[in-house]
């Protein structure tokens, strides 16, 4: 039975350019949305360009434009960006607009009839240069916990401490750089610890199916320190002013409007963009999308960085207004480029625009995100070696290149072809292919894509495999030839419509290729129904990526500029010494930097099932729950002191979770655990039964 549903991803800030971080949650909810409609559901995918802020006015005014213009410059160019990526938006909307402002002040005046919203009188940062209060992301300075300089007044982005702005050391203000002092000012809080909006948020928190459990603990660590949240911002500002006299001359914070711009923007898409038969006035959408009890989903896909505004204050803003809670709420980790942050210092911050103008195709950077996007909340590295390497191998040397293959031998056979009757090719290809499409199916809906991948690329194999071991090529028009070929178009048409989601202009030629086959993925979907096949054309190649193409999405450093040439005076003895002393001295071999040891990702893990592996005295196999759908399999050097493997079932370990998948003896092995001491005599670390599976351990 089909469903209805609203699906989000959370709004680029119009400020700048789309880059390969923001693709990830773009690609990761497309493919969703695509897949939801290959099976027949009614999906509308929204989105919009977070337009208020400080950065939009201050960077408009540096551009001498207004910020109305520079938004709109910002907004069509990132549609535009993320409609060659195959993003395929039913709206891309503003949050500057009519329909945005009318439901931020509908809520904001739901929230005060609650009897959330206060007065608090608080001590800010004011730059006497500018004339303003400084919002957390214009005041730098130094982290005062890990000593990293050029830090923002809110996080730190070397150690991941929030602060408030006035721990900074040495603060500054990132618009003119002077210091700022210290001045009060009045603004809106939302009371969100009292105890009628508190079970709500709590209660939607601990919701079957809300949030993935790893998310779920980590929403509830801040919940147990559950702070107000400050709601106004002071001018000059560009966003709505608050129409309350108690606060005037203030505006709402950009956060209070930036999500409710997912029901406007909605709203905007069913009352002018929508095609005639789906039309709906603002009333009729309501009712159908948002009113508690309505007959559809709505699904908020973000990033990590932002879900306490989403997971804490979005869940108390809906229910103020009266208005459905999210159905589910999936969370991704950020991006990383060889294994560390996106630097433009390093040449590593890459526009969707510096990809597209490189030449690749757009379609292998979202199978690349795709073959490492789970439901889980890890980082996904941008390895610009095994990016060319998994296109290579899977969509070059296994995908497409069977197409060709199977084409350029049934193209040999005249006219349409059927199976011969009652004949057995060696190879069950058609429970290969129905395997693969159920396998897929069920990862697709529960976000898992590696595994949805894995499965296409199973298929694929078998395919290979059959044409490697039966040489249709030999005898064509034989009886077992005819019907391997056969199944091998077959089991195609299956791969198209598994890997559609993913990869749609290249599953939609190749499904023309065969002769415009149907690309919907219907309960119970089969591509083996009988009917004779034929190609109607030459299927879609992909071209081998070459390392001289991704060497060109690395910009060249810029070089740091040289420093003028100074006479030097003769130093003392003493004075020499004292300057050699002052250096900061190398760490000792072995020691590794902060940046080093938060790369690796600890997680715990419940162990479900152990085994040991045939012809491997050392190795047993794991299957590990690390708060993902499906246990991840780990194969590990351990037997020796668990020669009963059952000893292990149900203890809580800790796992290595980012670590690259690694084939043991033929077992794709898919993490590490941590045990201490040395085979025979070793133990595996293990925590507390009452932290859940997939908690991240710090």
Known sequence: MSQRLLVTSALPYANGSIHLGHLVEYVQTDVYVRFRKACGDDVTYVCAADSHGTPIEVNAAKAGVTPKAFVEKYRAEQHEDFRRFGVDFSTYYTTDSEENRRWAYRVYDALKAKGLVYKKSVEQLYCETDRRFLPDRFVKGTC???????QYGD????????????????????ICRSKPVIRTSDHAYVNLRKPEVFSVIEGWVNGEGHLVPSVR???????????????????????FPVKDPDFAGKYLYV??????GYLSSAEHYFAAEAPEGRRLAPAEFEARYLAPGAASRMEHFIGKDILRFHAVFWPAMLWATGLKLPDRMPVHGHLTVNGEKMSKSRGTFITGKTYLDSGLDPELLRYFYASNLSPGIYDVDLSLDEFRNRVNADLVKRIANLASRVHALVAKLPGELSRPAGVDTGHDLQ???ERAVQTARDAYRELEYRTALRAVNDLADAGNKALQERKPWEAPDSAPSRALLYDLTKALHAVAVALAPVLPRFCGALAAALGDVPLAWPEGFTPFDGRPVRFAAKPPQIAPVDAKQVAR?????????????????????SETATKVSAKAAPPPPGVIQYDDFARV??????????EKVEKADKLLKLAVDVGEPEARTIVAGIAQAYPDP????????????????????GITSQGMLLAAGEPPNLSVVTVADSIAPGTRVK
Do not use: H, M
Not at 255 to 260: F, G, K, Q, R
Not at 601 to 610: F, H, P, S
């Open 144 to 150: 005062p916990v890990c000593k990293t300089p050029d």
């Open 217 to 239: 603990e980590q929403v509830k660590g801040w919940l147990a320190d559950l702070q107000d949240w400050c709601i106004t911002r002071d001018e000059p500002y560009f966003g």
């Open 255 to 260: 956060w209070v409007d930036a999500p409710i």
């Open 553 to 573: 999405l690395i910009a060249a450093a810029p070089e740091a500029p040289k420093a003028p040439a100074k006479v030097a005076k003769a130093a003392s003895p």
């Open 601 to 610: 990702e600890l997680r715990v893990g419940l162990v479900k099932a152990a």
């Open 646 to 665: 059952q000893a292990l079932v149900g203890r809580r370990i800790v796992v290595v979770a980012n670590l690259a998948p690694r084939a043991l003896r």
């Open 431 to 433: 429970r290969a292919a």
């Open 155 to 174: 996080v730190c982005e070397s150690c991941g401490t929030t602060y408030d702005p006035r721990d900074l050391v040495e603060p500054y203000c990132a």
